[in-house]
C-alpha cells in the first residue's frame, strides 16, 4: 500500500478521512460477503425456511460481540493481531499468522473461481477467462499510485451495489416478512448448526482482522479514537447482516412459493426464478462483485500478517499483495475448479484461527494494560468477550473433524 504507512503503536493524531474509515468498515464487510457467504445463505434458507431469521439475529449479535472486542484491541493497541500475539506470548504471533496467511490463500483460490463463476452467468465468459480477468482487475488496484485509497472505493461501490441489486430482487421474489419477522424472535425450531456455521463463516480466518487492520495502517488507533473504532467495527457487522438478510428474504420468496431449486447452482436458479434472465444477470453482477471484493480483502488482511516481521517486506507490501493474487489465480487456472480438500483443510484451520487469535486478544485486554497504553478496558466487554470467546473454542473443537476426514 502506497498512501497511508503503518502506524505505530498508541495513538496518533494523523488526519484521517471518512472514506478511509467507511473503507474499513467494507473491507471486513466485502470479506465476509464472498462466494460461500452467498452459498451458504442460499442453502439454508432452503432447508430452515422463515426460521433462518432466528439464527441469522443470534449470529449477527455473536459477530458484534467478537468484532467489538478484536477492533478495539487492535484499535486502541495500534498493533496487528500478530505483534500482540508475540508480545503476549513469544511466537504466538508466527503461528497465528500462518494460519491466517494459509487459510486466506486456499480461500482466496474459491474467491478467484466465484469470480469466474459470476462472470459466465452475467456475461457468459468461460471460466478460466473470468478468472483471470477478475485477478488481473484485483492487481491493478493493488499496483495503482494510491492504492489504499483505490481499495477503500471499490469495496464500498460494489460493497453498496450488492445490497441494492439483491434489494430488488427481494422485492420482487415477494418473501413472506411477515412470517420472517414473527420467526425471528419466536421460531418454530433452532438451528445451532446455522448459528455457529453463520458466526465461522462471518468472522472467523483473515476476516476477523480484515477492518481492524485498515484502520491500523491509516492511523485510527489509539484510547482517543475508541468512539470511532467501535462504531466501525459495529457498522460493518450491520452492512453484512444487511446483506445476509436482503439475501434470505430474496430466495426465501422463491422457495415459500414451493418452488424446487436446482442442486448445481441454487442461488442462481432462485435469481432466474424471481426475475428472469434479468435475474440470472443480476446473480451473476452480485456474486463477481462478491467474488473480487473477497480477492481484495483476503489479499490485503493476508499480507498485514507478514509486513511488521521485517520492514524489507513492509518495503514491497503491494508486491506481496500483487504476488498472493497471483498465486491464487495460478492455482485456480491449474485445477480448473475449487480444490475440494484444501478448502476442508482451510476450513477446519480457520475455525482453530478464531479461538486462538481471539483468545490472544482477549488475554492482552484483560491482563496486558501496558500493551494498550494504560487504557482501562470494559469490564462488561471483557465478559462479552470471553462468553464469545467460549463460544469460538466449541466451534474449533468442531473444526477439527474437517481434519480428520482428510485422513478417512
Request: glycine share 12%; net charge neutral; proline share 3%.
Amino acid at each position: 500500500m502506497t498512501d497511508e504507512p503503518a502506524a505505530a503503536t498508541g495513538s496518533t493524531r494523523k488526519p484521517v478521512g471518512r472514506g478511509t474509515v467507511l473503507g474499513a468498515v467494507f473491507l471486513m464487510a466485502t470479506s465476509a460477503v464472498g462466494p460461500g457467504f452467498i452459498t451458504q445463505t442460499t442453502e439454508f434458507t432452503v432447508q430452515l425456511g422463515a426460521t433462518f431469521a432466528f439464527a441469522i439475529l443470534i449470529s449477527i449479535l455473536l459477530d458484534i460481540a467478537v468484532q467489538l472486542n478484536v477492533w478495539r484491541v487492535i484499535g486502541v493497541s495500534g498493533m496487528r493481531a500478530q505483534d500482540l500475539g508475540n508480545r503476549v506470548l513469544p511466537g504466538a504471533g508466527y503461528v497465528i499468522a500462518a494460519l491466517v496467511v494459509f487459510g486466506g490463500l486456499v480461500f482466496n483460490i474459491g474467491n478467484v473461481s466465484g469470480t469466474s463463476l459470476g462472470l459466465d452467468a452475467l456475461l457468459g465468459m468461460d471460466t478460466e477467462s473470468g478468472g483471470l480477468l477478475s485477478a488481473l482487475i484485483a492487481i491493478a488496484v493493488f499496483l495503482s499510485k494510491r492504492a489504499g485509497i483505490a481499495m477503500d472505493r471499490i469495496v464500498v461501490v460494489l460493497g453498496l451495489l450488492m445490497i441494492g441489486l439483491t434489494c430488488y430482487v427481494a422485492v420482487v421474489s415477494q418473501p413472506p416478512v411477515g412470517d420472517a419477522l414473527r420467526q425471528t424472535v419466536l421460531p418454530e425450531q433452532v438451528s445451532f448448526l446455522a448459528i455457529t456455521t453463520l458466526l465461522g463463516g462471518t468472522v472467523g480466518g483473515y476476516i476477523t482482522y480484515a477492518g481492524a487492520h485498515r484502520l491500523v495502517d491509516a492511523g485510527v488507533t489509539g484510547p482517543d479514537r475508541v468512539g470511532e473504532v467501535t462504531r466501525s467495527s459495529i457498522t460493518s457487522i450491520v452492512v453484512t447482516g444487511v446483506m445476509r438478510i436482503v439475501l434470505f428474504l430474496a430466495v426465501l420468496g422463491v422457495v415459500a412459493g414451493g418452488v424446487s431449486l436446482a442442486q448445481d447452482n441454487p442461488t442462481a436458479d432462485a435469481f432466474q426464478q424471481a426475475a428472469g434472465q434479468v435475474g440470472l444477470r443480476l446473480f451473476g453482477m452480485i456474486l463477481w462483485a462478491a467474488g473480487i471484493t473477497s480477492v481484495i480483502g483476503a489479499a490485503y488482511t493476508s499480507v498485514s500478517f507478514l509486513v511488521t516481521f521485517s520492514p524489507r517486506l513492509q518495503r514491497v507490501r503491494s508486491w506481496l499483495v500483487v504476488g498472493f493474487i497471483a498465486v491464487s489465480a495460478a492455482v485456480f487456472l491449474m485445477v480448473d475448479q475449487t480444490p475440494t480438500t484444501l478448502l476442508v483443510l482451510a476450513g477446519a484451520l480457520n475455525g482453530l484461527i478464531l479461538p486462538v487469535g481471539f483468545g490472544v486478544l482477549m488475554w492482552a485486554a484483560a491482563r496486558r494494560s501496558d500493551l494498550l497504553g494504560g487504557y482501562r478496558y470494559p469490564r462488561w466487554l471483557l465478559v462479552l468477550g470471553a462468553l464469545a470467546w467460549a463460544l469460538t473454542v466449541y466451534l474449533g473443537a468442531n473444526s477439527l473433524g474437517g481434519i480428520a476426514a482428510l485422513w478417512q
